[in-house]
């Protein structure tokens, strides 16, 4: 039986922006079993269209598509609300709007540990059923990737599109850029939970999200060096300033920014796996969650299988985006060929700065 909320459990963000989610279309999902058992995950579930908005979760309605958003890190739902604006702005159908916040990320309970995309996973293919869903566009971003992939394949009957951002789940390949030589080789990104400490973890996680543009890394670092300095006199941004706090407040607590640091010291290794040691649960090996997608993905969502349809918008300056990664997504799942969406002058956060992009891929997909 599952357990939903009205009230949020002990996020560590106060400031929600109004437009996080819609007026009774937010609501917590207790997590029934496993290692996060009792952990509390925030839900957005809200059908649009006919001038209405209501909760998918208590509606009678019958959308005409699905579309479920999988963030990764260090973002949180929030960092799709551009592409849903945009998404429901392009289309005069009805539409179902699922977004979650992972543990220890934007108003979901904080950490008790170090969690990796195993992890989120599993809590997310707990809350799959509870949804009820069906012909889901799934959409995927950063370590979204292996999260959702990883708990939709457990569903694999459900999905019916598939839309990549920046983001994979097969090996990365070793053609540079990697996270060990991004965007520095003096500071890649990998090394970048050793070097910052835990009280500006927030401001580094909320800056990179808005600076996405090919930039000298001489220049990224002192822009961020400023940046936290701003934040610290109390300075908002210019741009999107409920966002920034909102990324930069999931990373008051202390296990929530050891869980995200530790998701930047596996970028080496994504898709890869790896023996790791993790401070209270001890050894952990990622490698059996990477070789279950990569035995299952093509058999299940290729030609071979649902052949679902597929989509990837990526920005090029960064290691997710580059040809030799959607090559392997290629091979994977052929159908990708010809609907890649690339920008050479975007980084990472693609959903941050092509959110118009992103929200014209879902609706190729899903036939919006």
Same mark, same amino acid.
């Given at each position: ?29 207790? *997590? ?64 179902? *709007? ?28 707990? =809350?799959?059923? @509870? ?19 990883? &708990? ?11 839309? *990549?951002?920046?983001?994979?789940? =097969? ?14 080789? /003096? ?13 500006? /973890? ?60 530790? =998701? ?28 279950? *997608? ?37 091979? &994977? =799942?052929?159908?990708? &060929? ?27 997909? @899903?036939?919006?």
């Amino acid at each position: 039986m599952s357990v939903w909320y009205d009230q949020s459990g002990d996020t560590p963000v106060e400031d929600v922006p109004a437009d996080y989610y819609p007026t009774g279309c937010g609501s917590w999902f207790e *997590i029934p079993e496993g290692r996060d058992t009792g952990k509390r995950l925030f839900v957005r579930d809200s059908v649009h269209g006919d001038g209405r908005i209501e909760s998918g979760r208590s509606s009678d309605a019958d959308p005409d598509r699905t579309v479920v958003f999988v963030h990764g890190n260090p973002e949180c739902s929030y960092t799709y609300r551009h592409v849903i604006t945009n998404l429901l702005n392009g289309t005069a159908e009805t539409v179902r *709007i699922v977004a979650l916040d992972h543990v220890g990320f934007g108003l979901s309970d904080t950490a008790d540990y170090e969690m990796v995309c195993m992890d989120h996973a599993e809590n997310l293919a707990s =809350l799959v059923p @509870a949804l009820d869903l069906e012909d889901v566009t799934l959409v995927v971003h950063d370590w979204g990737g292996p999260i959702g992939v990883g &708990a939709f394949l457990q569903y694999p009957d459900l999905v019916s599109n598939l839309v *990549i951002c920046n983001s994979t789940v =097969l090996p990365m390949p070793a053609d540079r850029p990697t996270y060990t030589t991004y965007p520095a080789r /003096w500071l890649p990104w990998a090394r970048t939970p050793d070097v910052i400490p835990d009280a500006l /973890w927030g401001d580094l996680s909320a800056y990179v999200l808005f600076h996405a543009s090919p930039t000298h890394p001489v220049r990224l670092y002192a822009e961020w060096a400023r940046y936290a300095a701003a934040r610290r006199l109390g300075l908002s941004p210019a741009r999107d300033p409920d966002a920034h706090r909102v990324f930069r407040q999931q990373f008051r607590d202390p296990v929530n920014v050891r869980s995200s640091k530790r =998701l930047v010291r596996q970028t080496p290794y994504w898709g890869h796996g790896n023996v790791y040691d993790e401070p209270d649960l001890g050894q952990r090996d990622t490698g059996p969650f990477y070789e279950r *997608i990569r035995r299952s993905l093509g058999k299940t969502w290729g030609p071979r299988g649902r052949e679902i349809g597929v989509r990837a918008v990526v920005g090029r300056w960064d290691p997710c985006g580059k040809p030799s990664v959607l090559g392997r997504w290629q091979e &994977a =799942l052929p159908q990708l &060929a010809g609907n890649v969406t690339a920008f050479e002058d975007v980084g990472h956060f693609v959903e941050e700065e092509r959110p118009r992009a992103v929200a014209s891929a879902i609706r190729s997909a @899903a036939g919006l």
